[in-house]
Nanobody, 123 residues
């Protein structure tokens, strides 16, 4: 049974930082690209960042480029999202997702999802 469990969300002020973690089990983690998506209040789910199985290549949404960094530790079956210079518009539920082999920006292309972690940024 595949499980993705996010942690690290919370309530912060604008300009603060948070690091999200997503621990995976029940799958061969190094075979999967990993992505972070988010869904803000009243908004559709959107792509945030993704990382290849090896961790060599990363991709970011324009809205977070230069502020967020995705990384992974295949030995720990964990993917991270370091979020710096947070803005109120970053407020959302953040989800990690796993996709066999290759990165994709379309959430429908991902095989497994976590339950999400809430990030709230106050102004």
């Amino acid at each position: 049974q595949v499980q993705l469990v996010e942690s690290g969300g919370g309530l912060v002020q604008a300009g603060d930082s948070l690091r999200l973690s997503c621990a995976a089990s029940g799958l061969t983690f190094s075979n999967y690209a990993m992505g972070w998506f988010r869904q803000g209040p009243g908004k559709e789910q959107e792509f945030v960042a993704a990382i290849t199985w090896s961790g060599v290549n990363t991709h970011y949404a324009d809205s977070v480029k230069g502020r967020f960094a995705i990384s992974r530790d295949n030995a720990k079956n964990t993917v991270y999202l370091q979020m710096n210079s947070l803005k109120p518009e970053d407020t959302a539920v953040y989800y990690c997702a796993a996709r066999i082999k290759w990165i994709n920006y379309d959430p429908n292309e991902y095989n497994y999802w976590g339950q999400g972690t809430q990030v709230t940024v106050s102004s």
